[in-house]
Structures are given as C-alpha cells and as structure tokens.
C-alpha cells in the first residue's frame, strides 16, 4: 500500500505534462464553422441530467460521461445505481435489477460491455416502466445510441490502467463501417483482471450447541474475452433486416483460503482450508430481426429470433488441515452448468391521428437447463453424483393504449403470461418441480398537469421477478468442513404490486411510493443434523412490504452541473422461519457534482451512502463512498480521465439476521479502493449511426 502514494504523484504529474499538449491542439483551427456553431449550441442549451417524473436522463454524447472507458463504470456514476462487486448485476435502490434496452431493444450485462460508451447518446432510467416492457420490469434503463446517415467509419480503442489491491487491465476496440444501405459493427475487448475477495462469518446454532466463525479470502486470475458483431441491412425508409452475435468467455484460476473455528458442544476444532479452483464461464447471445410497415393498415410489424446460451464449469480440489497438522485432500468437486434459452416475438404498433397509439404482440419462449455434480470424497473414498435438469416455456401476450385526453397523458396496459416449469433429479421417480400458471399484470400510468412547470402523475403496476437460471444449478462454493454457499433450485417467482403518485415542479420530483411483494427471495440457513454441515441458499419468504419517499434534485448553476437524490425507505420482510424485529427506515443520498474548467478540464465529485438498515429480519450497516475524477479531452480523438475511486477505503458490507434459529453476522470487504488512468483514441467518423438490434428474449436477463 506504500506504493499507492508516488504512483498517485506520477500519474498527477503524466496528466499535467498531457495537458500541455492538448494546450497546443486546442490552437489549431477547427474544420469549418459548422463545427464552431455545432459545439456552442451543445455546450451551452443541453443540460447533462434532466429528470422527469423521478425519471433520469443523462446526456452522455455532451458530458464529461463520454470520457469514462466501459458503461458498466458509466451507469455506477448515475443516481441510485448500483454495480455488484463482480460487475455481472445491476440494481436500482427501492427496484431491484432493472431491465436494459439499447435503442428501445432488449439487452443484458454482457450487451453493455460490447457496446462502446463513445456510441452512446443518452441513458434513461425510467422507475415506472409501461406494460410495453415485460411484466418482470419494476424499473428499466434506456440507453439511446447516436443516429447518422452519412457514408463513413469510425474506429474506437481504448485502455485503461487499474490499481486496486492487484492491477487489473481493460483493452478494447470498437469499429464501425456503413455504406449505403449496409452497415456493419464489431468489438472486442480483453480484460486481465485480479479482482480480491474477503468476508467473515459468525454463527451459532443453539439447537445443536455450535459456535463457530471464519475468514476467508481469495485472490482471482481471471480473463476476459468479450466480442460482438453485427450487420443493419435498412431495405427502405421503414423496413430494415439485421442480425447480431456477441459473447464473453471467461477463465478463471483462484484459490480459496480459510480459517475456521468450529466449537461442536466440547469438540473444538481450528481448520486451514485450501481450495483449488478453475472456472470456465461461457457466454453466447444471437438474433435475426426484420421490421416492416404495413402501409395498408398504417402499422409497424417486428418479427423477431433469439438464442442464448450460458455454460459453466467449476473443478475445485479441497484439502484440510485440522489443529495444525498436516493438509489432507478431502474432496474433488466437479460441477457443470448448461442452459439454453431460444425465444421468439412479434410486435406491432399503431398510430391515429388523434395522437393516440396502439401497441400489441405475443413471445414465446423455451429454457433448457442441464445440471451436473460430481462430488468424490477422499475420506469415505467414494463418489457423489447428480444429474438435475430444468424446462421451462413461457407464452405471453400483451396490449396497451396510450395518448392524451384533453391535457391528460395516459397509458393502460395489460399483459398476460402463461408459464410451464419442470424439473427432476435423473435419479428420483417424482419431478422436483411441476407447475403450470397463468397471470395477469396491469399497469396504469397518467399525468395531469396543473401548469406549464407543475405536474401530478399516479401510477399503478403489477409485475414478477423471476429466478435467474443459473441459480437453478447444482453449484455450490466449498468455504470449509462445516459450510457451504449452495443452489437454489426449488426457487420461485415473487409477484410485486406497487402504487405510486409523484409531484413534478420543472426539474424536481417529490415521489411517493407502496410495493408489496409476495415470495421475495432472500437468504436461508439449511442445517444437516448427520453431517453438521450448515448451507446457505436463497428461498421465497413470506412478503416484504415496503413504502419510499423519493427526491430528485437536479441543478446547474455556471460551470456546476449536480444531480442529487434522497430516498427514504421503510421496509419490512416476514417469514415463519426468521426471527422478525420492528423495522426501520433508511435513508439513501447521492450527488454527483461535474464543474468544467477551461482548457477542457472537467472536475467530477460524486458521493453516495446509506444510513443503517433495519427491514425487520435483516440488519445491515451504514455506507459512505467518495469518488474523484478528473478527465481531459485532446482535440477531437485523445480523452485521458484520472479516477479516484472509494477515497476513504469505506466500501464493506454488514448482515445480521436469524433464520431458521441459526444467528449470523457476515462482513464483505469489496476490493473498490482504486487508481485508474483510461486513455481512448478515436480516427473517422460516423455522425448518426442507424444500426439497430432488438433482443428477443425478454427473460434473457435470467440467464446469468
């Protein structure tokens, strides 16, 4: 950590000697007047965030944004966002994960890391999302790239340089090529990273008299090859026909240090555990697309094919050492995860002339999952062996009518959804899981405005959050001789209902919020009395209630841009099988602050937190994170930015709860204390970009 102070100084110190050199490009003329007049009026009549409604949108094309390398980084920058630690989730607070769409189309995690930040226009969060989005969305992210028609090319690469607890490298390049009607996109990165992690447990189990606790820590090397590629075929002013592949394969080597204590009535035990692990995760996404405009019926017509397709692989070797003695092997574990995922959709849309707009369509969908363990036990010299396999198929329709009565803006929606799920153990006679049901989600949404600057808007929604498939695998994390971290394949849907009302003055947004959810998934304890082995896995508890009161407050003032947020949550989670206090509210603040300096320095101080949670069954710490950039553009194709991430080191995570009579406190130390320098390079041009793609599957989110 010693080293962390020159390097600061150095970079500090290449960033100033770099501006003295964008100090001269800035003095070569610009290429025409166009060019001149183009950037005054971007500059000085766009604002970075505006917000409607609670709604956020963030210019990125004409802010400091565009200087940050990879969108996962960009969206974390964004009010009530938030990035997991491996950067494989996405949550809005009070929401859950969101949905993405790019260009109004479906996408997923992997999506965003091919798609270039320098291609992107806008991002949108909308938090009341209409029945056109699927019935598992309580908030979706809207990500608009830049539009063209012009016959050209622009080639994009980028590096960026990390230094966390390890140093971690992101190369990437992106291209782009369009002639006439033809255009065609393709990317590829390459991530070197070493990312490390570290959590404790402390847990007692009364019934059985055990005490014990661990730490364990591991540092991974991993590799990342994430590619994409694609061709728009635009037949005429309406029509178009495209098709796109992209993928991440990813390796991993880590291994798993631990040290337990385990107290068993008078038995007490001290235990080193040595876990060897090789990871093999495999991603692969392509659809086939074709639009077209039924001029008879004055209707757009899509038609659309998609397949994904996940597959995993985790060899762990385990060896103990008890009370320091010697390392013994003590299992081989060998588990493999494949599911594919084909869908297809048709969506069609029609306009009157009374500003009103009808929107309908159906999806089918069919999952397939296949499950394998091979668990060999050096001790009983003998294997375990598990084959569990997955169907699911999914048919939904939907129709909404949105427009305006008078002042009025409204939107209903209906969508209907029928879902057929089976599973089973290849070595049992009954399925695991069996079920067959259909549900019915509505959504409303209508504004009245009470002025030019002063608006009310009431919304009502009913929506499900489906498990994701690979937590219907058999994988699960070897921590020591006494814990595992397991599977969750009897997991079911949760069903949410939520009401909401907001107050809209200009950019300001009052919000008021009520949502109830049914079987909301949350962490258990499984405890095996013969083999004193306790597990932990996600299950559907009872409900959780929860009520929100929601500020968002965006302003400009000179060259100070902010977007401020305060969120006030009150929630509550019930469950026959955990210990249930009185629960407590919290409040949720951010506020990101960019002030533009001269000579094309921008400033960006961002800051977010929480206070201590309390839902009524589990307890969770307070939260204050600062992070610092400083970015500069050199003429039209260099931008280096310096970021200064987790500032004070205060990124870790406290849980408390008791379930099923087991009391536990874990602690999670995220590794996000960072020294980054990004520097992107950028040669041709294309003004307005007209590819498109729409992803089909709209559960393809579960598939990670």
Known sequence: M?????????????????????????????DSISNQLNEVVISQEKKAITNSNGNIKVDVANSVYTTIPNP????????????????????????????????????????????????????????????????????????TRKLSKKDSFKTEISEVASFKRNYNNYLGFNSSFKKGKLEWKANFNYNRLNPWENHTLEYQIPRASIVSNYDVMAT?????????????????????FSINVNGKLQNDTFDIHTFTFNQNKDQINNVLTLTGN????????????????????????????????????????VANNYNETNFELSQNRDQKFNVDVFSGRIDLEKKFKNEMTLEYGG???????????????????????????????????????????????????LRTENTNVYSKFRAQFLPSIDKNYTNLFPKIDVTFPIDSTKSINVNYSKSIVRPKYSSLSQIATYI?????????????????????????????????????TKDVTNPSFVFNDETNVLMITDINFKRETGFTIDFTLPFTY???????????????????????HSSKPYLYYYSNNTFKLPKDFTVVLSFWGATKQNDG?????????????????????????????????????????????????????????EISIAVRYSFGKIKDSEFKQKSVNESENRIR
Not at 558 to 568: D, H, P, Q
């Open 2 to 30: 010693n080293l962390y102070l020159p390097l600061k100084l150095l970079l500090a110190l290449l960033l100033f000697c770099l501006s003295f050199i964008a100090n001269a490009q800035n003095e070569t003329p610009k």
């Open 72 to 143: 996962i980084d960009l969206l974390s920058k964004l009010p009530s966002v938030q990035i997991s630690s491996d950067r494989e989730s996405i949550s809005i607070v009070g929401k859950g994960n969101p949905l993405i769409y790019i260009d109004g189309q479906k996408a997923t995690v992997a999506d965003l890391n091919a798609l270039s930040v320098a291609d992107i226009k806008t991002i949108e969060i909308v938090k009341n999302p209409s029945s056109k989005y699927e019935a598992e969305g309580r908030a979706v992210i809207l990500i």
């Open 220 to 240: 991974t090397n991993r590799n990342q090859y994430i590619f994409g590629g694609g061709m728009f075929y635009k037949i005429n002013e309406d029509d178009y």
């Open 278 to 317: 090789s990871s093999k995760k495999d991603f692969a996404n392509a659809f086939v697309n074709y639009s077209k405009k039924i001029k008879a019926i004055d209707t757009k017509l899509f038609v659309g094919f998609q397949y994904s397709n996940l597959n995993q692989h985790l060899e762990s070797l």
């Open 363 to 413: 999806l089918y969908l069919k999952a397939k999952s296949i499950s394998n363990a091979d668990i060999f036990d050096f001790e009983k010299k003998e294997s375990e062996v598990s084959d569990y396999d997955f169907k699911e198929e999914n048919l939904a329709a939907y129709v909404q009518f949105s427009g305006k009565l008078k002042k009025v803006d409204f939107s209903f929606g």
């Open 480 to 516: 020591n001789p006494y814990f595992l971290y397991g599977s969750s394949i009897n997991l079911g849907p949760a069903f949410v209902d939520e009401i909401s009302s907001s107050f809209q003055y200009q950019d300001k947004t009052l919000k008021v919020s009520y949502y109830q």
């Open 558 to 580: 000179k060259f100070w841009t902010t977007a401020n947020s305060l969120v006030f949550v009150k929630s509550k989670v019930e469950d026959y099988s955990a210990l249930v």
């Open 617 to 673: 069954i589990f307890e969770r710490k307070a939260n204050f994170i600062v992070d610092l950039s400083l970015a500069k553009a050199f003429g039209k194709n260099w931008n280096c930015t310096l970021n200064y991430n987790d500032i004070f080191k205060a990124t870790s995570y406290t849980d408390r709860f008791t379930v099923n009579n087991i009391h536990s406190k874990f602690k999670y130390f995220v590794d996000a204390n």
